[in-house]
């Protein structure tokens, strides 16, 4: 049995965590085996590369280093945590995959998407998301909720025209891309992006019970 792979995407304050912490629960009173992880991280390694990038540092760091950091956590978090979950048919909700990469270090650094793309071939071969949940909001609403959070990290101390550039790549990717995005108005209240997620969840339960 195959399991399902779902990624939820969108720019900083939009309730990603949250909506994470719904979906599973969803699933699992379906009866349904969930892990539950995230990007960067999801392995020893992969947190340990989270730091480094998301430290704040006097030093400036380069787009394709963090690029390349990204995607090195990438391969043992499909080496380690995806894979094997999926092979064992369970369903993994992801919090952020390679639609971040072509949004943050494609649409806000500027790199090519085929420079992307040839890294998303090499690390993850075979494996892609089969839904993606894009949770979308304006930047000024994103940033005023992540900034309550408290201290900003490395990305979320970046520009407000960096951050437009990362929701423009994003709403450019659910575009180009309709089967595998659903996209949510994270500005709502809490219990209509809830009602949402709960119609998506409840039409991907129905889908696997009922593949035909």
């Not at 995806?82 to 390679?98: E, H, M, N, S, Y």
């Not at 494609?106 to 949770?135: F, H, K």
């Not at 995005?181 to 809490?190: G, M, T, V, Y």
């Amino acid at each position: 049995m195959s399991g399902v792979f779902i990624t939820f995407e969108g720019g900083e304050g939009v309730g990603k965590t949250t909506s994470i912490s719904f979906f599973a629960e969803l699933l699992r009173a379906a009866q349904l085996q969930v892990v539950v992880t995230r990007e960067p991280g999801g392995t020893q390694l992969g947190e340990a590369i989270r730091e480094i990038l998301l430290q704040p540092r006097t030093e400036p760091v380069a787009a394709m280093t963090e690029l390349l950091l990204m995607f090195s956590a990438r391969a043992q978090h499909l080496q380690e945590v995806i894979r094997p979950a999926l092979g064992q048919g369970q369903w993994v909700l992801c919090d952020r995959f390679t639609d971040a990469s072509f949004a943050y270090q494609g649409g806000g650094r500027g790199i090519e998407p085929a420079v992307i793309e040839s890294l998303e071939s090499i690390v993850q071969g075979s494996i892609y998301p089969d839904v993606t949940i894009l949770l979308d909001a304006d930047v000024a609403t994103g940033m005023g909720r992540a900034r309550g959070r408290g201290e900003l990290d490395r990305i979320e101390q970046e520009t407000l025209a960096f951050f437009e550039r990362v929701r423009e790549s994003y709403l450019q990717r659910a575009q180009a891309y309709p089967a595998r995005f659903k996209r949510i108005d994270a500005s709502q209240p809490l219990q209509q992006v809830q009602n949402h997620l709960q119609h998506i969840a409840q039409e991907l339960i129905d889908g696997a019970r009922d593949p035909g």
